[in-house]
């Protein structure tokens, strides 16, 4: 923690142990490329996790030691872990993190609950409350099976109650949007202060060379509806490129046009390339953050999103691009007959700036900043209760 010292004393501070909280670590996502960058700021941390598969990890979380909750040895941990969600918080809890100073939580499973020292920091990043327990509730349940369904209806109280119970723990709470700090105020009781994840923009470069296809860039299943991108472009004759793979993929080729064509595979540089060259990228989910938006942006194109979640953050409406108001082709194809005209007037570089909020060395400056806070307020009331 921070020691502030009397005029004229010199304090010599002892090593701070930092441990860092992640809900699951079996692949290598968003979330994990977050947590990456955390560990830039702690590179002698240790990860604690429910359940972890190092052959899925960067080699830059593999430098950390990490270790697991007891959900790691229950049977096919590896692959059913969410089916054991109502043990996670008795996990949590069970976890000693009393030789830990700081301890940060990357809340997206459970991950916020773990008990600390008094004196130490608590810090939570928060990429979303967990949704299948809140504002997606309802939707999970519907397109879960019966029995999934019924399993899903009689833990969801109890992990609602934890949740927001366990929101009390954390020193500090940081959003990666100002769409997930309203659903923390609304759901955990909380405050919460928005540092929004990085973004490698600098690895994105402009093209001259742009098409007329526009392109569709992520996983193929329901909630990021690439359907509504099918639908619109086959009814309306325009070409776009769909990247992407899924459980979606065969219902959407045999429900498109001509104009839509699939790659299910990318390397990395082919799909700078696509970025650049496309003439727009279409994002149609409803997200927390979203990065693909900002790297579309980065790369000197503009986006049209669905208007809600933090695309409307990322994405500067009649600026960088356009947002729609429904998640349907009708709105979809309005939106891009309004894009039609507006995209004379776009200004490449605008779109660069923009993206360039989302910077790597941003994020580094805004979550350290927020610590330093932290360690602020724990100092202060740890003097009060001494005095």
Same mark, same amino acid.
């Given at each position: 923690?921070?020691?502030?010292?009397?005029? =004229?004393?010199?304090?010599?501070?002892?090593?701070?142990?930092?441990?860092?909280?992640?809900?699951?670590? @079996?692949?290598?996502?968003?979330?994990?490329?977050?947590?990456?960058?955390?560990?830039?700021?702690?590179?002698?941390?240790?990860?604690?996790?429910?359940?972890?598969?190092?052959?899925?990890?960067?080699?830059?979380?593999?430098?950390?030691?990490?270790?697991?909750?007891?959900?790691?040895?229950?049977?096919?941990?590896?692959?059913?872990?969410?089916?054991?969600?109502?043990?996670?918080?008795?996990?949590?809890?069970?976890?000693?993190?009393?030789?830990?100073?700081?301890?940060?939580?990357?809340?997206?499973?459970?991950?916020? #609950?773990?008990?600390?020292?008094?004196?130490?920091?608590?810090?939570?990043?928060?990429?979303?409350?967990?949704?299948?327990?809140?504002?997606?509730?309802?939707?999970?349940?519907?397109?879960?099976?019966?029995?999934? =369904?019924?399993?899903?209806?009689? @833990?969801?109280?109890?992990?609602?109650?934890?949740? +927001?119970?366990?929101?009390?723990?954390?020193?500090?709470?940081?959003?990666?949007?100002?769409? @997930?700090?309203?659903?923390?105020?609304?759901?955990?009781?909380?405050?919460?202060?928005?540092?929004?994840?990085?973004? *490698?923009?600098?690895?994105?470069?402009?093209? *001259?060379?742009?098409? *007329?296809?526009?392109?569709?860039?992520?996983?193929?299943?329901?909630?990021?509806?690439?359907?509504?991108?099918?639908?619109?472009?086959?009814?309306?004759?325009?070409?776009?490129?769909?990247?992407?793979? #899924?459980?979606?993929?065969?219902?959407?080729?045999?429900?498109?046009?001509?104009? @839509? !064509?699939?790659?299910?595979?990318?390397?990395?540089?082919?799909?700078?390339?696509?970025?650049?060259?496309?003439?727009?990228?279409?994002?149609?989910?409803?997200?927390?953050?979203?990065?693909?938006?900002?790297?579309?942006?980065?790369?000197?194109?503009?986006?049209?999103?669905?208007?809600? =979640?933090?695309?409307?953050?990322?994405?500067?409406?009649?600026?960088?691009?356009?947002?729609?108001?429904?998640?349907?082709?009708?709105?979809?194809?309005?939106?891009?007959?309004?894009? *039609?005209?507006?995209?004379? =007037?776009?200004?490449?570089?605008?779109?660069?700036?923009?993206?360039?909020?989302?910077?790597?060395?941003?994020?580094? !400056?805004?979550?350290?900043?927020?610590?330093? +806070?932290?360690?602020?307020?724990?100092?202060?009331?740890?003097?009060?209760?001494?005095?």
């Amino acid at each position: 923690m921070t020691v502030v010292p009397t005029p =004229g004393e010199t304090v010599l501070a002892r090593p701070r142990k930092v441990a860092i909280v992640h809900y699951w670590l @079996v692949t290598m996502r968003g979330g994990e490329r977050v947590l990456e960058r955390i560990c830039d700021l702690y590179p002698n941390a240790d990860i604690y996790t429910h359940v972890v598969d190092e052959a899925a990890l960067s080699q830059t979380l593999k430098r950390h030691r990490i270790f697991s909750t007891f959900i790691s040895k229950l049977p096919l941990a590896k692959t059913q872990y969410q089916k054991y969600l109502p043990l996670m918080p008795a996990a949590l809890e069970a976890l000693d993190l009393s030789a830990y100073d700081l301890v940060i939580s990357c809340e997206a499973g459970p991950a916020k #609950g773990v008990i600390t020292r008094p004196d130490a920091v608590h810090v939570t990043y928060c990429h979303s409350p967990m949704r299948y327990i809140w504002d997606q509730y309802h939707a999970y349940r519907k397109a879960s099976g019966k029995l999934a =369904g019924l399993y899903l209806r009689l @833990v969801a109280p109890r992990m609602r109650a934890w949740d +927001r119970m366990s929101a009390s723990r954390p020193d500090v709470i940081m959003a990666n949007s100002q769409f @997930v700090r309203r659903r923390i105020g609304k759901f955990w009781g909380r405050s919460a202060s928005v540092v929004y994840p990085p973004v *490698d923009v600098d690895i994105f470069q402009r093209s *001259d060379a742009v098409s *007329d296809e526009c392109v569709w860039i992520s996983q193929l299943v329901p909630y990021k509806r690439p359907d509504i991108a099918v639908d619109a472009f086959t009814r309306s004759g325009r070409k776009l490129h769909v990247i992407g793979d #899924g459980p979606m993929l065969e219902t959407l080729k045999s429900r498109a046009g001509p104009n @839509v !064509r699939f790659t299910t595979r990318m390397r990395f540089d082919e799909l700078r390339v696509a970025y650049a060259q496309a003439r727009a990228l279409i994002f149609t989910a409803e997200e927390d953050f979203g990065i693909i938006p900002v790297e579309s942006q980065a790369a000197g194109r503009p986006v049209v999103v669905f208007g809600r =979640g933090g695309g409307t953050e990322t994405v500067i409406d009649g600026e960088t691009g356009i947002h729609f108001n429904e998640q349907s082709a009708d709105s979809l194809i309005e939106a891009m007959n309004r894009f *039609d005209v507006w995209l004379p =007037g776009f200004d490449p570089e605008a779109a660069i700036a923009n993206a360039s909020r989302f910077a790597r060395a941003n994020f580094l !400056r805004d979550f350290a900043a927020e610590v330093a +806070r932290a360690e602020q307020l724990v100092a202060a009331d740890s003097v009060l209760v001494s005095r």
